[in-house]
């Protein structure tokens, strides 16, 4: 039977697809072959009449038992490894979000046969192959990204004072590489490669790169110690520094066969090669060893390279939808993810999280090292401290960042009380978005961020899918509702656990479900009236006010087990004191009203309102879905000069169909915070908690989207971006990098 016999689908098969063999432990753990090779079945049985080739990683030893079993029934053998931008965290701890497919037989470390690889690397290219080559290269300088991504901007200690001159690099690589032997080069290698570094460059210092796996301890590197002359020129990089950094200042950089060769040729500078890997022989390095008769005499550009070896070859995955992607959407993915990993500090202590929670605050604190802490009193001063909520930390020292945690507002389809693990978390390093007593980072974001058209594009895209997905925080809750016949006005009053922080925190004077209710029914007197008891209530997990609401006396309806998202959809209104499901209501065009303090202030349209405009439910309908929010009439309106009464009733007014006005991170990846009640919109001037607030933020600001950061708590990383998360601004709430569903 032929190869091409092989391709055809077989008899009464399930799948049609041709079946890869994969036989070794090794490559049935990589949960993205089957995304990255949808052409193929994957076929985990030695059985030779369902698979017609057999698949190798690279020439590994496990390798062997591929080319055994191919060879022995006359199968094609396919060559995979990972591609030339990775991941984010090196290869044990991460899946490759992209990898190379041979089907020659050979691998690009190999010179000795011929490649795929190099037979693209040979092709011509027209001028939009080219400007798209070149566009590449930018965006990879630009966005300093690497094969592997873990590591912080910065310099080790000993590299922060600069230089007099600009140093040569020479990049060690781990014992034992396959790429090492392919190229042609072995251990002796590498103390030529450093003496003809220090030779060439008598009077420059020469930075010594060790490898990531050799700083993690898992491998041994060429350069286990240096005689006393060398050392004295040498210094050796052996922490933890992004290649960027390195390749950023360098003068010319040395290699055997490592990648970093080919990405100080992206950075434009000159490389120095004592083996063959893929990027030599084409005129672009200087080579020690003889160039192989294939390569000899045909010279390549630079575009041609990073075209064949970043576009052509290589198969990328959107760590988002699981899919195969191109690769500058996996570059914006992982310069996302870099940003995300540094925005709190290196070392964090997480104190007073239960056993569980553990290693999801890791989860979203990637990048940090976290350290659990039990009692206040062993926390070091030194390091960030890490707290669920609205925790005191009674003796804590003045200038100690503190970064504190609450549930995302899309958080699980469960309840967090029942211990569901979260896919949205918040992390405020000023405050939280439901304590009115002080500033939260959600504030900031409103007051002083500005949020450009595309973002805003973005976030109602964001918005709609919410709307058409049902999406709330939970997520829980079977059966339908139907509104009333003939109600003219159907109000929803949604219960809270009476012992929440936001109502401790976010209230005045309205502050248990029974005086929601009297306070909504004195403000609705013609409305039917619904009450939806809190889910963590009806599952008898919180302490509420279910046995004392009462249908008929303190409101219409009791509805306990219909989803948020089927009332949201039919009533008119929201009553709340700080709920969640205000702002769920303002993403769909309800109006809200807040009950929370002294008086019921509608938080839909307050600026305007005090203007003597009027953004009610009459103008939400006329608007739609698909039309753009008023927001430039918010602000004109609250542009020119008011009365402080009016200034005071409409500092947090905004129409709720603006959009959502921040990214979601993912698991990432990931992002901000969004406001469970549009980060208090409407705030009352009495207040008592904000009588010595900070000034109105701008409205146009306000206008811009108040409902808005809480799209960031979605997410599904790794990493969770689109086209622009490098516009994010600080702050908010993380996605772990959970791999899609599709790739568990």
Known sequence: ??????????????????????????????????????????????????????????????????????????????????????????????????????????????????????????????????????????????????????????????????????????????????????????????????????????????????????????????????????????????????????????????????????????????????????YAGWGLTEDHLPTPARRRGQPRTLADLVHAALIEHPRHLDPETGRRCEPERLIEHLALQRQMRARWPAQVQALGFSRWKRPIVQAFLQGSQVEPVRQPQQLDPARAVAVWGRRDLPGLQPGTPVLRLEDGFVRSVGLGAELVRPLSWIVDDLGLHFDASRPSRLEQLLQHHAFDEPLRRRAAILRQALIQAGLTKYNVGQGDWRRPEGARRVVLVPGQVETDASIRWGCAQVRDNAALLAAARRAEPGAWLVYKPHPDVLAGLRRGERDRVVPGRDCDEVVTHAPMHRLLDQVDAVHVMTSLAGFEALLRGREVIELAGHRA?????????????????????????????????????????????????????????????????????????????????????????????????????EAAGHAGTAARALSVTPSCPGRHERDWPPGGALIPPFPPRGLR
């Open 1 to 278: 039977m032929t190869f091409a016999d092989r391709l055809l689908p077989a008899q009464g098969a399930h799948d049609p697809r041709p079946g890869l063999a994969r036989l070794t432990p090794g490559l049935r753990r990589v949960p993205t072959l089957a995304a990255m090779l949808p052409e193929w079945r994957l076929v985990d049985r030695r059985a030779p009449a369902d698979v017609a080739a057999v698949m190798a990683w690279g020439h590994r030893p496990s390798a062997e038992v591929a080319e055994t079993f191919a060879a022995r029934h006359g199968l094609p053998l396919i060559r995979v490894e990972d591609g030339f931008l990775r991941s984010v965290e090196l290869g044990s701890r991460c899946p490759p979000l992209s990898i190379v497919v041979d089907d020659l037989g050979g691998i690009h470390y190999d010179p000795h046969r011929p490649s795929r690889l190099e037979q693209q690397i040979l092709q011509p290219r027209d001028g939009a192959a080219i400007a798209r080559a070149l566009a590449l290269q930018q965006q990879w300088v630009e966005a300093r990204v690497s094969k592997y991504n873990p590591v912080r901007d910065g310099r080790p200690g000993a590299l922060r004072h600069e230089a007099a001159q600009a140093p040569v690099l020479v990049i060690d690589q781990t014992a034992g590489d396959a790429s090492i032997a392919g190229s042609g080069a072995d251990a002796t290698s590498f103390p030529r490669l450093l003496e003809a570094a220090l030779d060439e460059h008598p009077h420059a210092p020469v930075w010594l790169k060790v490898h990531p796996d050799v700083i993690a301890g898992r491998r041994r590197g060429h350069f286990e110690a240096l005689s006393a002359a060398t050392s004295a020129r040498v210094t050796l990089i052996a922490g933890d520094v992004h290649p960027p950094a390195l390749l950023e200042v360098c003068r010319a950089v040395y290699v055997v066969s490592s990648q970093m060769g080919f990405e100080a040729l992206l950075h434009g500078r000159p490389v120095r090669c004592f083996g063959l890997p893929f």
């Open 601 to 701: 202030v509608p938080l839909v349209g307050a600026a305007a309102r005090a203007r003597g405009h009027h953004l009610g439910p009459a103008l939400l309908r006329r608007l739609g879905p698909d039309r753009r929010p008023c927001a430039a009439r918010l602000a004109r309106a609250a542009s020119a000069p008011a009365p402080a009464a009016a200034r005071r009733a409409g500092r947090r007014g905004a129409d709720p169909l603006s959009d959502l006005c921040q990214p979601p991170l993912g698991r990432l990846h990931h992002a901000g915070a969004g406001a469970a009640r549009a980060d208090r919109v409407a705030r009352h001037a009495d207040h008592p908690r904000r009588a010595a607030a900070a000034p109105a933020p701008p409205a146009a600001a």
